[in-house]
Nanobody, 123 residues
Framework: QVQVAESGGGLVQAGGSLRLSCTAS????????MGWFRRAPGREREFLAT????????RYSDSVKGRFTISRDNGKNTVYLQMNSLDPDDTATYYC????????????????WGQGTQVTVSS
């Protein structure tokens, strides 16, 4: 059974940075895509970023492109989301996603979800 666990959320001031981490366990090998979503209160879940198994493909939503960077370390089965220039509008619960391809993640066709980590950006 695949388990997905996020960490790194917290409270940060506007303009600050945070790095989220997500570790996937229980899936054989590294041949899977990973990604990040978020859900803000009263809003639908939003795709943010995804990365292919070999890091050759990365995709971002327009809302975070240029501010957030996704990366992964297959030796640690971990994906990261470096978030810079944070804004109060980035306040949300952030979720890690695992699926076979980046296209599936972008289509919200996710095999495994994490429990989420809260990010709060104060003004």
């Amino acid at each position: 059974q695949v388990q997905v666990a996020e960490s790194g959320g917290g409270l940060v001031q506007a303009g600050g940075s945070l790095r989220l981490s997500c570790t996937a366990s229980g899936r054989t090998g590294s041949n899977y895509a990973m990604g990040w979503f978020r859900r803000a209160p009263g809003r639908e879940r939003e795709f943010l970023a995804t990365i292919s198994w070999n890091s050759r493909i990365t995709r971002y939503s327009d809302s975070v492109k240029g501010r957030f960077t996704i990366s992964r370390d297959n030796g640690k089965n971990t994906v990261y989301l470096q978030m810079n220039s944070l804004d109060p509008d980035d306040t949300a619960t952030y979720y890690c996603a695992v699926s076979d391809t980046t296209a599936q993640i972008m289509a919200n066709d996710v095999n495994n979800w994490g429990q989420g980590t809260q990010v709060t950006v104060s003004s």
